[in-house]
């Protein structure tokens, strides 16, 4: 079905939202679903594996406790871009939680997504990050016990990508505090 949106005469014809029209839209879609915009174009979130759930859930607990004072940190909430509103697993931006009462986070110092199943949209979202300046992008591929790392944004791409394997000790370059182990997220 992804191949569909390939052909340029279908590409031409999809019906493009903006963020203002998503957010007119309800919570969930005709079937039922959870949706995120992204470029334009409204998709339904996938389901998550128990692996997925599993290694969001250690890490947003994990970051939780150990962020200083001056960091939020977000599960599964939106980040308002310029054609997209995404929902990454984890989130981590400057300013507290009553900073963004008003409107969404527009960039973040820290995005992790979990991919289990499949990265290719993950990796496909890098450069949607680096435009919005998110200074750093993690993506957990949960199933070969790795991350890959994107940092230095610049002209909607980031310039250093590094993979980490599973016995690895990370540190963000965005927010130093956040050092993890990633045989313990992996235990």
Known sequence: MSAILEIPEVRRRVSRLSVEEYHRLDEFND???RTELIRG???EKMSESPL?????SRLYHWLFTQ???GYSV???EPLTLADSEPEPDISVTLGTESAFAAAHPTTAELVIEMAVSSPTLDRENASLYAEAEVKEYWIVLGGERRVEVYR???NGRYRETLHFGSDAMLQSASVPAVR???SALFA
């Open 180 to 182: 993890i182990s990633f």
């Open 67 to 69: 962020l200083p004072e």
């Open 74 to 76: 977000w599960k599964e």
């Open 152 to 154: 230095r944004p610049e």
């Open 31 to 33: 079937n039922g679903r």
């Open 52 to 56: 997925h759930r599993t290694l969001a």
């Open 41 to 43: 174009i409204l998709i």
